[in-house]
């Protein structure tokens, strides 16, 4: 059984910064991938951006510059530091990693106000 905790998300005002964390548990012997999600009100789910077990990194184009995801492959955790937040940025991030199967975290707020 593998289970995805976030935690970090909330308020900020545009231009301001949070830090998502997202960590693994459970019988878990290594990880390939891991990533993030969000899901804004009336909108599709849309990846933000995903890290390989190497470090390899993929963003979206909407937040590329802004936001850096990394990973502490000994915590079985990974982050999303996301800077210069926009209102559009205003959604429920979804952590996500793959071992053999994709399995989800339970989703965190974000909400940034203009």
């Known amino acids: 059984q593998v289970q995805l905790v976030e935690s970090g998300g909330g308020s900020v005002q545009a231009g301001g910064s949070l830090r998502l964390s997202c960590a693994a548990s459970?019988?878990?012997?290594?990880?390939?991938?891991m990533g993030w999600y969000r899901q804004a009100p009336g909108k599709q789910r849309e990846s933000v951006a995903v890290?390989?077990?190497?470090?390899?990194?993929d963003y979206a184009d909407s937040v590329k510059g802004r936001f850096t995801i990394s990973r502490d492959n000994g915590k079985k955790t990974v982050y999303l530091q996301m800077n210069s937040l926009k209102p559009e940025d205003t959604a429920v991030y979804y952590c996500?990693?793959?071992?053999?199967?994709?399995?989800w975290g339970q989703g965190t707020q974000v909400t940034v106000s203009s």
């Open positions: 890290i390989g077990s190497g470090g390899n990194t």
């Open positions: 459970g019988n878990i012997f290594s990880i390939n991938f």
């Open positions: 996500y990693c793959h071992i053999h199967d994709v399995h």
